[in-house]
């Protein structure tokens, strides 16, 4: 599976980073690192990587199965 | 016909034959939960609304739309977010500025505010929160709205920024009076004015004190805006004191409502309390389910900048929106057991502090104050309840809502 926000759409909620925080790291403005990248998600990262998608309020994280 | 009656006609013709007009005051005190039963009502009744009070607005009540608001800065311009004041005479910065002028002044923000920032004071603000509760626990009751809910957030945010908690002392009678000046009597409005002119005039005092140093202090806020350039420029005293004064009227009285009403459940649900005492860890997910289901953002107000069809409502260039938070945070289209406060939700998407590019700030900071407040008191306190029969007063919808006071009383073991 790979993750990917949505630079444009990311306004820095933090909960992906909060629900996700194995798969997700977040930088000093508060913002996930992982904006505008393709993420791999390892197979037991799966979970976390659905609630992190399920949980933005703006709806910026897609997730595509490999 | 009467004169209402024909003016609601052309106001029938105005907004199309789908959206039904109403005439909602949202300003008045009413019982702990009422602004919630009327979005709640409002949002099954019909997605989109024309209220016809005032200049008249637009209300969106459904959580895709509310969304759909926020993330349309182009559509929906924060010019005004107040939908009964089309033309604000104040300006908040960086509140009321859109995209893409918003970004540089936000920037200049975020980072104080950020999840980096809030770790960093977390062990202050336990150490805060457990002084109060040190001072409250022996009584055996308090008002926990003025004698807690109030005091903490402004202790930590002071901390935060730099100055000293104690100062805390001046701000929250600002605050109070500030909150009171809205649809009050004379004489509190004016005790507002005198509120503002105070909290701008410890700013400026702040501002005074710094100016002079060749460096920013370290994490100072105040000494770190003087340091600071937009399009190569200084900000000048006005801009810096206009947001230092933002960020106390946004920051301090919402942290204090949110509290109130999460405490205020946790008093009535002794299960919800116990299994917060016993697993610590569900305490963040408990924190932002309060915000959803008691959110106190009723709605947001934005301003339409150019003519378009929303929702199927025909939007003129001026109108005003109001985005009902309440009504999106409770739908049952994007929640299971939407009124229910549920401990562990998963995939809460909540608008509690909105979304697009005017994301609340204080966000993470709020959140971590409620955390702790709750850790904390839960060590402490492990058993409270509402000490009256009477039921409690919630101030209207028309900013943001909040218990006026929430008498909490329990057991004291004799020393």
């Not at chain 2, 959580?63 to 604000?88: A, G, L, M």
């Not at chain 2, 600071?228 to 960020?247: E, F, H, K, Q, Y």
């Amino acid at each position: 599976m790979k993750l990917t926000v949505d630079g444009n759409r990311c306004t820095g909620h933090g909960r992906c980073y909060t629900v996700a925080a194995d798969l997700l790291a977040f930088d000093d403005d508060g913002y996930v690192t992982a904006r505008g990248q393709l993420t791999d998600v390892p197979d037991n990262q799966i979970p976390s990587a659905r609630e992190a998608a399920d949980t933005c309020p703006e709806g910026a994280i897609t997730l595509t199965e490999d | 016909m009467t004169q209402a009656a024909d003016e609601d006609q052309d106001v029938a013709e105005r907004v199309g034959g789908k959206c039904p007009v109403i005439h909602l005051d949202v300003s008045t005190p009413l019982t702990v939960g009422s602004y919630w039963q009327k979005a709640d009502e409002l949002r099954e009744r019909s997605p989109a609304f024309f209220n016809a009070i005032g200049q008249g607005y637009w209300i969106f009540t459904r959580y895709e739309q509310v969304r759909d608001i926020y993330q349309h800065p182009e559509i929906f311009s924060s010019e005004s977010i107040t939908p009964w004041e089309p033309d604000p005479a104040y300006r908040f910065v960086p509140t009321q500025i859109d995209p893409p002028e918003h970004s540089k002044y936000r920037q200049l923000l975020s980072r104080w505010f950020a999840p980096n920032a809030v770790n960093q004071i977390t062990p202050a603000a336990h150490d805060l929160c457990r002084r109060l509760i040190a001072e409250i626990a022996p009584r055996g009751s308090c008002d926990f709205v003025s004698d807690f809910a109030m005091r903490l957030p402004t202790e930590v945010f002071l901390t935060l920024l730099g100055l000293p908690p104690t100062d805390a002392d001046l701000f929250v009678p600002w605050v109070e009076d500030f909150f009171r000046g809205f649809g009050g009597d004379q004489a509190q409005q004016e005790a507002m004015l005198q509120a503002l002119g105070g909290i701008r005039g410890y700013w400026a005092g702040a501002l005074d004190e710094r100016r002079d140093e060749p460096a920013p202090r370290d994490g100072d806020l105040a000494s770190h805006l003087l340091h600071s350039t937009v399009d190569g420029a200084p900000l000048g005293d006005d801009l810096i004191l206009d947001m230092l004064v933002v960020l106390v009227l946004a920051g301090l009285d919402t942290t204090r409502g949110q509290l109130g009403y999460l405490f205020r459940h946790l008093a009535d649900n002794p299960d919800d309390r116990h299994r917060l005492a016993a697993e610590p860890d569900l305490i963040p997910s408990a924190v932002e389910e309060a915000l959803r289901l008691y959110t106190i953002i009723f709605g947001d107000g934005r301003k339409v900048t150019r003519e378009t069809d929303f929702h199927g409502c025909p939007l003129r260039k001026g109108d005003m929106v109001y985005g009902l938070v309440s009504g999106a945070n409770r739908d049952p289209r994007m929640y299971e057991r939407a009124h229910e406060f549920v401990i562990d939700r998963k995939a809460n998407n909540h608008l509690g502090f909105a979304g697009g590019p005017h994301r609340c700030l204080g966000a993470h900071l709020a959140r971590r104050v409620m955390q702790v407040a709750v850790e904390e008191w839960l060590k402490a306190i492990p058993d409270f309840r509402v000490a009256t029969e009477e039921p409690l007063l919630e101030r209207g919808g028309g900013n943001m809502m909040a218990l006026f006071s929430l008498p909490l009383t329990w057991e004291v073991e004799a020393a």
